[in-house]
């Protein structure tokens, strides 16, 4: 009897986990395309669920045996994440979805074998967290690493005499051996990075017996990727410096990471050699749980442990049959916890089951027939072609990276739409924004000049269907060299914007402003509420809205006072500027 409810609580159990995996479909569709995307740079994710698999293969054993009643506790736990999973599907927003599911492989064995079970898939399920897209998402972190690695490749080269200047993430060197290296985003060693977590995570759990010691060698897996690619930009500058820059940007930047990765991992094992002397396990601790060289040992104690866990099942057995007035059943007989469990309450906690695939499946079939996302018309709008006082412009980059130019189109011959300097082709967008931004982001600019030569460049950013079409200036700023102070609030033409005072190392001082509008005519000048707004659209209402950012930046190039919104003449002037812009937008 016993045994055919377990076989059918099991077959209960493998149906919602096929509903589930149904009702997912799109998560993985949407992550092949993650993995298969080079922006992305993330071609180890297909290893991550195969690892995690691997993992629970390994403990299949401990998993049979730790089999317990159905929690109403652990179905509980499964309603948020298949919440969080089902307001990602809407809107396409796969984080999201990853979160839920990830919660989902701890709580849903939870719900149906108890918290024993669901311990077991706790490592597996966490380390599917590597296969999160990080690039767009983590652009906070990866700053920091882009100035590190520059910061110290510039100040080594100084040391070694090298005339180097650094502007922000690049490094710029002219004379005989002239060279301009700029730390992209791809370079910030955030791959690298979170490739490392990985293995460490991996290697810690296989290696390490407690969760002290294998969270002590996964923080050392941070300092050495950092510290791996701060080698490896110091190395690519110094080719640069004393080879060529065509052999440093060329043949060493694309194979020094390999090498530089190996030394890594070469330092993690040996971290995990020093965690082991530094910590030895103590009596108190569990031996390791696959560690071939105590398996005896290991296996004597998991046979006390068992032994115990038997003796305590028959002894609550006798409590219970006591109670419910029942005939004791003979001692001596301490199986395994399925043995000892009372038939009664088996066939209770099976209802439970039940109705867990009853509250689950359904949830998973709905989130499967998510209708597809409204992708919203972008607002219509162009920078004006005239401004009062103003002359104006249009703008083109050149994608060289040896030479970067900006070159205003008034200054270009008819028809010709190459770089002066170098002969590249120009580009009305720049190469860091071609490379970074989704393909689907639109951007226009323009560039409007008084007659007393201040300067307002004006770019409008239309996003895609992806969040991180807008990148926010006070992190992308930085990275172009420049100290951001004073930001203010000013509201001109009815419509806010978010001021901030530039200071770069090579200019004078200018002004950024910034402002949002969207094709439902909402405007703010807010980061926060503008992705408030966006993910409560995308969520609620399946769709995704085109949300538009104008940043204005105005300078006085010929003025080595610069642009400053303290001068009473200049807040005007930029007040007036904006008014007028604002007019012209929806
Ligand atoms: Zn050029």
Sequence with gaps: MRRILEHKRLILFLATAGFMLYGFCGMFDRLRDVFLDPKEDMSFGWLVPVFSAYALWTVRRELKESVGKASFLGLLACLPFAAVALLGTRGLQVRLEQVGFVGLCVTVPWAFFGWSTARLCVFPAIFLLFTVPMSSFLDVVTIHLRLLASGTAFAVLKGFGVQVVQQGTAIIAQGAHSFNIDVAEPCSGLRSLVALMALTAAYAWFTQPTWFRRGL???????????????????????????????????????????????????????????????????????????????????????????????????????????????????????????????????????????????????????????????????????????????????????NEQCLRTVMVSRLSEGRNVCPVCGGDLHEVTLGEKTILPADTRIVKRVYRTSYGIQFLVSAVVSGKYKHSIHRPELCMPAQGFIMREPRDIVAGGRPFRAIHLQGANSFPSVLAYTFFNQAGVRTASHTHRIFLDTWDRSVHNRIDRWVMVTVNASAPFDSGGFDLDHESDRLLFEGFLANLSEHLP
């Design 217 to 399: 060698l996964f923080a050392c897996a941070i300092p050495l990727a950092v510290l791996g690619n701060v080698v490896r930009i110091l190395t690519i500058c110094l080719c640069a410096a004393w080879a060529s820059a065509d052999f440093a940007m060329g043949f060493y930047h694309d194979y020094s990471g390999y090498v530089i990765f190996i030394v890594a991992i070469a330092c993690m094992v040996a971290c995990g050699e020093i965690v082991s002397r530094l910590c030895p396990a103590s009596r108190g601790e569990k031996p390791p749980a696959r560690g071939k060289k105590a398996r005896g040992a290991d296996d004597a104690k998991r046979f006390e442990g068992r032994a115990f866990e038997g003796l305590k099942c028959v002894r609550e057995l006798d409590a219970s049959a006591t109670a419910d007035g029942a005939g004791a059943r003979p001692a001596g007989r301490a199986g395994p916890l399925l043995d000892a469990a009372p038939p009664a309450a088996e066939g209770c906690r099976m209802w439970l089951a039940a109705a867990a695939t009853l509250v689950l499946a359904p949830v998973f079939v709905f989130q499967a027939m998510t209708p597809v996302t409204t992708i919203m018309d972008p607002p219509e709008f162009e920078l004006p072609a005239r401004m009062p006082g103003c002359q104006t412009d249009g703008i083109r980059y050149c994608h």
